[in-house]
């Protein structure tokens, strides 16, 4: 559950069929970066058979996600997405107002 407030980084994005090994690399070590950075909360992320993926990372602040977009590693990366692993991306930026929580027990 996140708190109001909290920001949501949607980024929608249809993987190309290039450099897969060099695609896992890049998206291990920025998830392993972005949890590093101040204001980082979580991450969700799906990806179909088709290439679509689905990742929303959350963050404390407006601030926080805008610190880890200009992250120069996050953003070396980011021109190396657009050259090589993706072939369009979507990303949207959103203020939780409500969050629920399920478990089946």
Same mark, same amino acid.
């Given at each position: 559950?996140?708190? *109001? &407030?909290?920001?949501?980084?949607i980024?929608v ?5 290039? !450099? ?9 070590e920025?998830?392993?970066l972005?949890a590093?950075?101040p204001?980082?909360? &979580?991450i !969700?992320?799906?990806?179909?058979? !088709? ?19 200009d992250? *120069?590693?996050?953003t070396?990366?980011? !021109? ?8 369009r991306?979507?990303?949207h ?13």
């Open positions: 559950m996140y708190a *109001p &407030g909290t920001i949501a980084v980024f994005a249809q993987r190309s069929l290039d !450099d897969d090994a060099g695609y896992s690399a890049a998206a291990e920025m998830d392993a972005a590093m950075q204001g980082y909360i &979580g !969700d992320s799906v990806r179909g058979p !088709d290439g679509l993926g689905i990742t929303v990372s959350y963050w404390t602040d407006d601030t926080a996600a805008k610190n880890w977009r992250h *120069p590693r996050h070396a990366i980011r !021109d190396q997405g657009r050259g090589i692993w993706y072939t991306y979507d990303l930026v959103a203020e939780v107002t409500r969050s629920y929580d399920w478990t089946k027990s």
